[in-house]
């Protein structure tokens, strides 16, 4: 049977003729975000029932196909062309960071070998990097030589895992063998404690490992949204007297909103001298470990149980890539697994063949060498370099900051500890739900004219607005122009309130 096109034009191959195939449907993919940069701002304002139109008319599945180049003349301009921008100064509304180039390049050979680190033999050099990578990630927390960890999506993965492991460390010490047997019934008084800033994907993880949304019980915030050391000791005094078994402490580096990191040094004394588990979720702040003159701020990180760090976040990879490290290798035991397709030892394998399989390190099965991108990152800039564009950042954030503070209509929530500056639009005392909804107004309009996308969030169950700055390549000036934005905005909306929605027609 001949098929036209010949299969074998389809994939990157070593003979020339595939080559040659492979770079011409990567510069087609140039082609496409040359051809949408032009002009562009932050994001060109399509609204989303636009977007459903656009993607209605969209031929999914032809009957015959056509040209890559005219394909992605089609849908891939489509979907560049009304993506929002991360490069650009004026996107700054999420933990959503522009890719570095170094790590998209890394990205092309990831893509193009397609190891998954399930099996060795499905990634030989990927394992061994990936294994390297991670033993200068816990040196780099300042974790002991038994420490270990495995690549994950990100930060919800981390935490998920991490809890998953101190949730089964917990039963095994009630002589109790959850991957087994289940929770049985001691996994009713089993509690995860955190901050009431801790990210909601600590409650979806307890739901997830069957413990529940309720077994996570929050502790009280200081003034500065960071965990209070005195209120969690009240906490697990009273856990303890209602014969509970508090199984992990989960002290955030980086809150979503505030990025304030919870005062890790005493945390790890509470929870170490009660023989608790103590994951650190630094999927925000980890990054801050390459700076010279910030990584102080994640002292005590190195007492950690666990650690989960996002590197698609401050350090500008592409989605997805995060790490979960952990103190001490063994305790990983709970997702180990053998299968007999992918990591049986064969008695010939005591040898130098003696293959890592690092499926029983991961929640995943098949997995994406996310590690070769941040290796390709440290070597093309090197430690100075990074940690420079991580103070960058946050230079940015206290010039963001300055700048709010001098706006008479705009009133800065708090100084930053990081990249994330909250602030409201003419906060209006006597009307605070006027605000709310001018806020909130000021954040659609800013997006409907593809001027800004900033970030929204509740403080005291107030609309705020919030911007997250993690582009080192904005500029004072470009911070200037998005900040008298705002201020334009919602000064024009103040004097000029949108109508009232349409009601059904
Ligand atoms: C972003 C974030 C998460 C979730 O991480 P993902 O990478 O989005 O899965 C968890 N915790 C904190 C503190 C975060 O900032």
């Given amino acids: 049977m001949t098929l036209d096109p010949d299969p074998a034009a389809l994939f990157p191959g070593p003979h020339p003729a595939a080559f040659a195939a492979h770079r011409a449907a990567l510069e087609a993919a140039l082609s496409c975000l040359e051809r949408a940069a032009a002009g562009r701002g932050p994001y060109r304002g399509t609204s989303p029932s636009a977007l459903e139109t656009l993607a209605g008319a969209v031929e999914v599945l032809p009957e015959h196909g056509r040209p890559l180049g005219e394909a992605l003349a089609g849908v891939g301009d489509l979907a560049v062309a009304h993506a929002v ?44 990097l990936e294994l390297r990578l991670i033993e200068t990630l816990c040196a ?16 919800t993965q981390s935490n998920l895992m991490a809890l998953l492991l101190a949730r089964d460390a917990a039963l095994s010490r009630q002589g109790h063998d959850a991957a087994m047997d289940g929770l049985g019934p001691q996994g009713a008084n089993l509690r995860i404690v955190c901050s009431e800033m801790a990210h909601f994907s600590v409650q979806r993880s307890a739901a997830v490992l069957g413990l529940g949304n309720r077994a996570v019980v929050t502790v009280h915030t200081d003034d500065r949204y960071r965990l209070r050391p005195d209120a969690l000791e009240d906490t697990l005094d009273r856990l ?23 005062p890790l040094p005493a945390v790890a004394t509470v929870a170490r001298r009660r023989g608790v588990w103590l994951h ?16 102080g701020l994640l002292e005590g990180v190195e007492q950690a149980d666990s650690v989960g760090v996002d590197f698609h976040k401050l350090l500008w990879q ?7 490290l952990v103190r001490d290798r063994v305790a990983l035991a709970p997702v180990d697994v053998e299968v007999a397709y992918l990591n049986a030892a064969d008695a010939d394998q005591e040898s130098e063949w003696r293959q890592p399989h690092l499926v029983g390190k991961s929640l995943q099965t098949t997995r994406r060498f996310d590690a070769l991108k941040v290796l390709v990152t440290f070597q093309t800039l ?20 300055d700048l709010i503070a001098a706006a008479p209509s705009l009133d800065l929530v708090q100084r930053p500890t990081l990249n994330s500056v909250v602030l409201r639009c003419r906060p209006c005392l006597d009307e605070p739900e006027r605000s709310d909804r001018l806020n909130a107004a000021v954040r659609t309009r800013l997006l409907a004219d593809g001027a800004a996308v900033v970030g929204r969030t509740e403080v005291g169950g107030r609309t705020h607005l919030k911007l997250t700055l993690l582009n080192p390549a904005a500029s004072r000036a470009d911070l200037a122009v998005l900040v008298a934005t705002i201020t334009q905005t919602a000064d024009r909306l103040d004097r000029h309130p949108p109508a009232p929605p349409p009601g059904p027609r």
């Fill in 318 to 324: 592409p989605i997805a890539c995060g790490a979960l």
């Fill in 280 to 295: 650190v979720d630094a999927a925000y702040a980890g990054g801050l470990l390459l700076s010279d003159r910030h990584r």
């Fill in 382 to 401: 090197g430690r100075r370099t990074l940690g420079a564009l991580l103070d960058r950042t946050l230079d940015l954030a206290a010039c963001a900051a």
């Fill in 240 to 262: 303890e007297r209602d014969g509970l078994t508090p199984m992990a402490v989960v002290a955030t580096a980086g809150t979503t909103d505030f990025g304030s990191i919870d």
């Fill in 140 to 155: 780099m927390a300042g974790l002991p030589a038994e420490a270990d960890g495995v690549f994950t999506t990100g930060g």
């Fill in 85 to 128: 921008d991360p490069t650009h100064p004026a996107c700054a509304a999420h933990l959503h960071s522009p890719p570095l180039n170094a790590a998209l390049a890394a990205d092309v050979l990831v893509s193009a070998t397609n190891p998954s680190l399930d099996s060795w033999d499905q990634s030989p050099a990927a394992t061994h």
